[in-house]
């Protein structure tokens, strides 16, 4: 990453005493979150905690401002005159959450049109947000949609590849579960860990390739789980509303705090990947997949594809995860025991377990 | 028609997975689809066509047929381009 050092007014303004500041270790990268409200630290947290660390004077491998359009004056003009290179481009990708541009080493968003705007150099590992009051105000959004995706497009400068699944480690082998909201990633992964498997993640994973491996990074958030879920395991049922409504669509909770050395916060090599649908069925059935459309599968849950400049190396990320795991797809049933049991045999067989071996479980 | 020189390639198992770096668009193909795919560019679509029918032992009015929505299908994503 380059910085010019004689035109840098970047560190000036970070270490002026009205930002303070949150250290985050993942895979090796130090991210710096700065901010002058201490709220939108808090908010990063929820996203990011599980990699914070001691704050220390090593130099950042990410620099992550935040501000809000209330906050100085000063700051907020030089977090525009620090964007302003980014310049105009036609957008590479517009969702109903926001509009991603791409320029040369720039990435700039804006989040849900007018509550946020976010620009990062991935040359210079420096990315700086400007919340609007209302995007202040819609806090979970400031952690999900204006940190959150420009920091995963920096850590592509790392070799580190978002991808949409879960993870978990029983013994030496893990198994990645790769698919779109509400497939029963989060139902799968908790029934896993409740038999046994340690956790790494339930809804995103890093990909990075190390020594001609790829490997998972642990990357450990809340779960967020709706009521349907939280029915299936007795362990959650504190999350129930106590007046026994049903007043939020989803509730969070940490994995460790129900299944206390869960966490495993080392990487680890898939050998094996599945694909859920939670059926909700007796039975849990397995098919293998072959690694093309195994490939292709993945290339629907890796989000951050849109980035043209990253698309090749990425793909390449994917093509060797799927050359060294076996690929399945699974519908999921209602018996946990069973799916679990499952689930381990294929980690430790050459193939699905026949429906016999499932019912002699 | 020729590949696009956007597209990267992976043959996996006999199947190929093709991506358009430009658009990310992906596409995969089974055993028949990558035999065509791997000859287009150095074989006219008549010699691929001749090739499929020995290869795959169908009639040469299917073969040709199918070779055509095949192309067409790949033009639409972005994979092979015009080279007139």
């Not at chain 1, 849950?301 to 076996?326: G, K, N």
């Not at chain 2, 009015?61 to 092979?80: H, P, Q, Y």
């Amino acid at each position: 990453m380059t910085v010019d050092v004689v035109s840098d007014r970047w560190q000036d303004m970070m270490d002026s005493a009205k930002v303070t500041t949150a250290d985050y270790v993942f895979a090796g990268t130090l991210t710096r979150v700065y901010a002058v409200d201490s709220k939108l630290i808090q908010e990063v947290e929820k996203v990011v905690g599980g990699c914070r660390v001691r704050p220390s004077q090593a130099q950042a491998d990410i620099s992550f401002f935040l501000i809000s359009e209330d906050d100085d004056a000063e700051l907020v003009r030089f977090v525009r005159d620090w964007a302003a290179p980014a310049g105009q481009a036609d957008p590479v990708s517009r969702s109903r959450l926001f509009t991603l541009w791409s320029q040369s080493s720039w990435r700039w968003l804006d989040v849900h049109t007018d509550k946020a705007q976010v620009w990062s150099d991935l040359k210079q590992g420096r990315a700086a947000a400007i919340i609007s009051k209302r995007g202040v105000d819609a806090s979970w959004l400031v952690g999900h949609y204006v940190f959150f995706p420009l920091w995963v497009q920096m850590l592509k400068g790392a070799g580190l590849f978002q991808l949409h699944a879960a993870c978990v480690l029983d013994g030496d082998k893990s198994v990645l579960l790769p698919g779109p909201s509400r497939c029963g990633k989060s139902t799968l992964s908790i029934n896993l860990v409740r038999h046994g498997f340690k956790y790494l993640s339930d809804d995103t994973v890093f990909l990075q390739d190390i020594g001609g491996s790829v490997v998972a990074q642990s990357f450990v958030e809340d779960i967020k789980v709706r009521h349907g879920t939280i029915g299936l395991f007795p362990e959650l049922g504190f999350l129930h509303d106590h007046d026994g409504s049903r007043k939020q669509s989803k509730r969070h909770f940490a994995m460790e705090d129900v299944f206390a050395g869960s966490n495993h916060d080392m990487p680890a090599v898939p050998e094996t990947i599945v694909f859920p649908r939670y059926t909700g069925e007796a039975e849990t059935k397995f098919k293998p997949v072959k690694s093309a459309a195994a490939l292709a599968n993945l290339l629907r849950f890796s989000l951050f594809m849109i980035d043209p400049d990253s698309r090749a190396e990425q793909f390449q990320v994917l093509t060797q995860l799927v050359e060294q795991a076996r690929c399945y797809e699974a519908e999921i049933g209602a018996d946990n025991d069973r799916s679990a049991h499952a689930i381990r045999m294929l980690l430790e067989e050459e193939g699905c377990p026949s429906g016999k071996e499932l019912a002699s479980a | 028609m020729v590949k696009n020189s956007q597209v990267l390639e992976r043959e996996i198992a006999g199947e190929t997975v093709l991506l358009n770096l430009d658009s990310g668009n992906y596409l995969v193909l089974n055993e028949t689809g990558s035999f065509i795919w791997s000859r287009l560019g150095s074989l006219e679509p008549r010699q691929i066509g001749d090739e499929l029918c020995r290869q795959f032992s169908v009639a040469n009015d299917r073969a040709e047929a199918g070779l055509n929505l095949f192309i067409e299908e790949l033009a639409k994503e972005g994979m092979v381009e015009s080279n007139q």
